[in-house]
């Protein structure tokens, strides 16, 4: 497969960066997904000097593991968020990627919420430029406010230009805060995929219950399918929160990491896959 097959450092959320890495280079990974989401997760600053920067990745290497990619936020409604989202970029620059996921808006509300728009769309010229700038492409995820679903995600890159952005579309995000089925909606963003985020649901759509892969009730193996099957090249990324804070103790999270990432092989390996993706 061309796909690189990832973890989100969220599957270790609070635990300390170390320890975080250690454990998902043991479940058998070679690259991580990290996160500067402040004040939910910053494995690395968004002030980090290029020094600091560099002692980052030489950090993560000795774990055994590369960077595969970045989520951050890109709340363009106040001048704060402005800067964060502008320090999320060049983060993704330093690092060497080509992509940064951002959700849109601010951080936290679960509720749709179109007002977002309006200062959303004003500001972000100025960041398109800067990404465009470095080589750098903004991809929207569907977290936050004004993008929770895929047609959301479609709708706001056909609005700017696939040149420009793409979408990191997480699976269980949808249904959780847009209340959409992904196996319903996966085909509406395959033309614009840059990430796929593999994550299961549990409980009701709006509780928090995202459990290791397979265990829930989203038909996963359909979806990586067909994402394969539709040419898909970009990073998948498992992510597991579990039933939300606290975070399970380390070694349940160890083995909900290896079976998840056993799952994923074994939808990734299966000669139909293997053959659509050859395609």
């Known amino acids: 497969m061309n796909n690189i097959l990832t973890a989100s450092t969220n599957c270790y959320h609070k635990y300390p960066l170390d320890v975080n890495l250690e454990h998902i280079a043991a479940a058998g990974f070679d690259h991580v997904e990290i996160l500067t989401l402040p004040p939910w997760a910053e494995d690395l600053?968004?002030?980090?000097?290029?020094?600091?920067?560099?002692?980052?990745v030489d950090r993560v290497a000795g774990h055994g593991l590369r960077i595969s990619s970045l989520g951050g936020q890109a709340d363009l409604g106040s001048e704060a968020g402005v800067r964060n989202a502008h320090a999320a970029l060049h983060l993704a620059v330093a690092l060497g990627l080509s992509t940064i996921g951002m959700g849109v808006g601010p951080l936290g509300p679960r509720d749709f919420d179109p007002t977002v728009a309006e200062p959303f769309y004003a500001a972000l010229p100025a960041l398109l430029k800067e990404a465009r700038k470095n080589g750098v492409k903004m991809a929207f995820e569907n977290?936050?406010?004004?993008?929770?679903?895929?047609?959301q995600a479609r709708d706001?890159?056909?609005?700017?230009?696939?040149?420009?952005?793409?979408?990191?579309?997480?699976?269980?995000?949808?249904?959780?805060?847009?209340?959409?089925?992904?196996?319903?909606?996966?085909?509406?963003?395959?033309?614009?995929?840059?990430?796929?985020?593999?994550?299961?649901?549990?409980?009701?759509?709006?509780?928090w219950n995202f459990p290791?892969?397979?265990?829930?009730?989203?038909d996963l193996r359909r979806i990586l399918s067909r994402c394969l099957g539709g040419g898909f090249t970009g990073p998948i990324t498992i992510e597991l929160e579990f039933q939300g804070e606290p975070w399970p103790p380390l070694e349940d999270i160890d083995g909900a990491l290896r079976r998840s990432r056993a799952f994923a092989m074994g939808i990734l390996s299966a000669p139909t896959v293997a053959g659509q993706h050859a395609n």
């Open 45 to 56: 600053s968004l002030s980090a000097t290029d020094r600091e920067i560099a002692t980052f």
């Open 143 to 151: 977290r936050g406010p004004l993008i929770q679903t895929g047609a």
């Open 212 to 218: 290791e892969l397979g265990t829930g009730y989203l």
């Open 156 to 207: 706001a890159v056909e609005r700017i230009g696939k040149d420009e952005v793409g979408i990191v579309y997480d699976t269980a995000n949808a249904l959780h805060f847009g209340g959409v089925r992904p196996e319903e909606e996966i085909d509406l963003v395959l033309p614009y995929l840059a990430g796929l985020h593999l994550k299961d649901k549990s409980g009701p759509p709006d509780q």
